[in-house]
């Protein structure tokens, strides 16, 4: 199925931004730049716009999700917008009891533990989606010319926050079912990649020009585990955008070790954090693939002269990719001084 007439990369409006070229590889004049979590916590517009609703109910409110998606672009003029929700979004759609614990993150009341417990899951309605659909297209009407990424959580990292039942440091309870259960393991992840699937391409269809996935928690796995027990399922979620034609970015944290393994799941361009120079990652990719990041989310509250020095040398390293869009080895940590991502934005637009 193409996508419709009216999409933003059919009708022209995003097709030959500056980000749209460089996730296909055609390096622009003006190298791009956006930041995870460019839209939420550090922002004091954010804040009070969120005063009195709970973080899964900001998601779901299409109204609200699009004005928070939209409020980085307005103040950093950054080049794309990442729309505004959580990774437990299609969890908790699926019929998932799931809320996000203030300091701690995505908590479930009842882990998935047991082979009956995953053959419980339930498939998620379609119709669950509307109010996703919604807040894309109220955010692309506002865009304009600049893009809107769609974003989804990997099947691992998903999986982890069930079984777990909350963050880990180092997802023991998960890769343990991996090991002891792999049969209910493998049904857990492919359930994990429908679900995760259709939230992506729900914000495809409605507008969205490229589509990012998220393995936070992918560091913990030998890049053996990952190929064998992984791969297969990030694969079948990104099969859900199968016959559109838009950049697809994969993003891992910690996944220096298993950055080609992930590539090879069919993304367009690797995300890369920020323990991995970007020369040292496209030696590892091979080559020929664009590159997002990676700047140290640390250095965000170090003093300017050091933050732009190590800025240039990430643009400096990224210009052995055939492509680079500036970004953050991770997400925008909330103490952040907004002022100072401004000030990156207008330093990377300013570097020939």
């Given at each position: 199925m193409p996508?419709?007439?009216?999409?933003p990369?059919?009708d022209?409006?995003?097709?030959n931004?500056?980000?749209?070229?460089?996730?296909r590889?055609?390096r622009?004049?003006?190298?791009?730049v956006?930041?995870?979590?460019q839209?939420?916590?550090s922002?004091?517009?954010?804040?009070e716009?969120?005063?009195g609703t709970?973080m899964?109910?900001a998601?779901l409110?299409p109204?609200?999700?699009?004005?928070?998606?939209l409020?980085?672009v307005?103040?950093h003029?950054?080049?794309a917008a990442?729309?505004f929700?959580d990774i437990?979004?299609?969890?908790k759609?699926?019929?998932v009891?799931?809320?996000i614990?203030?300091?701690?993150?995505?908590?479930?009341?009842?882990p998935?533990?047991?082979?009956?417990d995953v053959?419980?899951?339930?498939?998620?309605d379609?119709?669950?989606?509307?109010?996703?659909?919604e807040g894309?297209?109220?955010t692309v009407?506002e865009?304009?010319?600049?893009p809107?990424?769609?974003?989804a959580g990997?099947p691992?990292?998903?999986?982890?926050?069930?079984v777990?039942?909350?963050?880990?440091k180092?997802?023991?309870?998960?890769?343990?079912?991996?090991y002891s259960e792999?049969?209910?393991?493998?049904t857990?992840?492919?359930w994990?990649?429908d679900?995760?699937?259709?939230?992506?391409?729900?914000?495809?269809?409605a507008g969205a020009?490229?589509?990012?996935l998220?393995?936070?928690?992918?560091g913990?796995?030998s890049?053996?585990?990952?190929?064998?027990?992984?791969?297969?399922?990030s694969?079948?979620?990104?099969?859900h955008?199968?016959?559109f034609d838009?950049p697809?970015?994969?993003?891992?944290?910690?996944s220096?070790e298993?950055l080609?393994?992930?590539?090879?799941i069919?993304a367009?361009?690797?995300?890369?954090?920020w323990?991995i120079p970007?020369d040292?990652?496209?030696?590892r990719l091979?080559?020929?693939?664009?590159l997002?990041?990676?700047?140290?989310?640390?250095?965000l509250?170090a003093?300017?002269?050091?933050?732009?020095?190590?800025?240039?040398?990430?643009?400096?390293?990224?210009?052995?990719a055939p492509a680079h869009?500036v970004?953050?080895?991770?997400?925008?940590?909330?103490e952040?001084n907004p002022?100072?991502l401004?000030?990156?934005?207008q330093?990377v637009?300013?570097?020939?």
């Open positions: 996508l419709p007439l009216n999409h990369l059919v022209g409006r995003t097709a931004s500056p980000l749209i070229r460089a996730y590889g055609d622009p004049e003006q190298t791009p956006w930041f995870m979590r839209a939420g916590r922002l004091p517009e954010y804040r716009l969120r005063v709970a899964l109910d998601c409110n109204e609200l999700s699009s004005e928070i998606t409020q980085p307005r103040r003029g950054v080049d990442i729309f929700s437990v979004i299609p969890v759609l699926a019929g009891n799931v809320e614990v203030p300091g701690r993150g995505p908590v479930l009341e009842n998935i533990r047991t082979v009956s053959a419980a899951l339930r498939p998620l379609p119709d669950a989606l509307a109010p996703i659909i894309v297209q109220r009407a865009l304009g010319t600049t809107l990424i769609g974003f990997a691992f990292t998903l999986a982890s926050y069930l777990e039942g909350g963050p880990s180092d997802q023991l309870r998960a890769r343990t079912m991996m792999p049969h209910a393991w493998a857990l992840l492919n994990c990649a679900i995760t699937g259709e939230f992506l391409k729900a914000q495809i269809t020009s490229a589509a990012q998220f393995d936070s928690w992918v913990s796995l890049e053996v585990n990952y190929l064998r027990r992984v791969a297969p399922h694969k079948r979620a990104l099969s955008l199968r016959g838009v697809k970015v994969h993003f891992g944290v910690g220096g298993v080609h393994a992930m590539h090879g069919g367009d361009v690797m995300g890369v954090d323990r970007l040292e990652a496209d030696r091979g080559g020929g693939v664009p997002q990041g990676n700047i140290d989310p640390a250095l509250g003093p300017w002269h050091i933050l732009e020095a190590h800025v240039r040398d990430v643009m400096d390293r990224g210009r052995v869009v970004n953050l080895g991770h997400g925008v940590p909330p952040t002022d100072v401004t000030r990156i934005v330093l637009h300013s570097i020939a």
